[in-house]
């Protein structure tokens, strides 16, 4: 059975441009999960979908948003980039997003914005 | 509010005892969990227990619960220098919410 893949590894990006991160559940899963992580602050929760539905978002800016395809793939998108977006993005998936279950994590994708 | 803490760093020699703690808020949180990052992977769940249990044993992994405190802790028995990583405590954020609220994450380093 495949892993969580999340495309692209690295990124490079400049002050002000845009850019969409995606990420690809084990199959089966329906819940897809993003996470930030900076060091020091751990990994702060963006927001959680399944079913193509947000059922929760963290408490980051409207500049991050998402989506969830009918396959569970799921897109995260950041505009107008500033530099303190610089982290590692990471995506987990699991069967229903609840409680007692196992998350799977993907191996994330670096962001430096320049 | 949602908090989850843990120290920053853990240094250990190769064979002795790690322990690891992490002190949540959430006193409704049922889940509480225990995820590993190796460097330029992602997390991986090493255990978790349910609230209404005080201990969980794993081979070389206990995990402890005082939910009066709401204190977590992850002893590793025999530290092994494979044991290097980033721990991080976690607590499922309570029925409905569909969030998982992650600590700072504890980075252990085993000397030979």
């Known amino acids: 059975k495949a892993g969580v893949t999340q495309t692209p590894r690295y990124l490079i990006k400049t002050r002000g441009q845009q850019v969409t991160l995606s990420c690809s559940p084990i199959?089966?899963?329906?819940?897809v999960s993003w996470y930030q992580q900076t060091p020091g602050q751990g990994l702060q929760f963006l927001f959680e979908?399944?079913?193509?539905?947000?059922?929760n978002k963290g408490n980051f800016p409207g500049r991050f948003s998402g989506r969830q395809f009918s396959n569970s793939r799921s897109e995260m998108n950041v505009s107008t980039l500033e530099l303190g977006d610089s982290a590692l993005y990471l995506c987990?998936?699991?069967?229903?997003?609840?409680?007692?279950?196992?998350?799977?994590f993907g191996s994330g994708t670096q962001l430096s914005v320049l | 509010g949602e908090d989850v803490e843990q120290s920053l760093f853990l240094s250990v020699r190769e064979g002795d005892s790690s322990v690891i703690n992490c002190t949540y808020t959430d006193s409704s949180s049922t889940y509480l969990y225990w995820y590993k990052q190796e460097p330029g992977a992602g997390l991986q769940l090493l255990t978790y227990?349910?609230?209404?249990?005080d201990m969980k044993q794993d081979q070389r992994l206990t995990v402890l619960l005082n939910k009066k405190d709401k204190h977590l802790s992850l002893r590793i028995a025999d530290t092994q220098t494979g044991d290097s990583a980033i721990y991080f405590c976690a607590e499922y954020g309570g029925s409905g919410t569909y969030k998982y609220i992650f600590g700072t994450g504890t980075r252990l380093k085993v000397l030979a």
């Open positions: 979908y399944f079913s193509e539905t947000q059922r």
């Open positions: 199959s089966g899963h329906r819940s």
């Open positions: 227990i349910f609230s209404n249990m």
């Open positions: 987990a998936s699991s069967l229903e997003g609840t409680g007692g279950e196992k998350l799977f």
